[in-house]
């Protein structure tokens, strides 16, 4: 038997999560993510990297935010989701 689980069972807020969004590179797309996880938590400078693929063609933004609860979580990713450029969003 299959057991459900409730997908805001999985966190215990508050947390730290980490945000992974993978686009193309520039400016634009590090201001579009950050400004998206600024809309809903504090984002201190030193909580984002970013790291430029090989070629130096798409980069990642990893942010740290602490969240407080699951709503905050599903507010985020879907700024995200709207960033111009985006390709993969962990």
């Known amino acids: 038997m299959t057991e459900t689980t409730n997908p ?3 966190l215990e807020f508050p947390c ?6 993978m686009g193309v590179s520039g400016e634009l797309f590090v ?3 950050t400004a998206a996880a600024r809309n809903y938590a504090a984002v201190p400078q ?8 090989r070629n130096g063609n798409y ?8 969240l407080k609860n699951y709503q905050q ?14 390709k993969m969003l962990l």
């Open 59 to 66: 980069q990642s933004v990893s942010i740290i935010v602490c």
């Open 8 to 10: 805001e069972d999985l």
């Open 31 to 33: 201001k579009g993510i």
């Open 73 to 86: 979580l599903k507010d985020i990713y879907a700024g995200m989701k709207e960033v111009a450029g985006l």
């Open 46 to 53: 030193d909580a984002i990297s970013i790291r430029p693929s």
């Open 16 to 21: 730290h999560f980490t945000f992974k969004a």
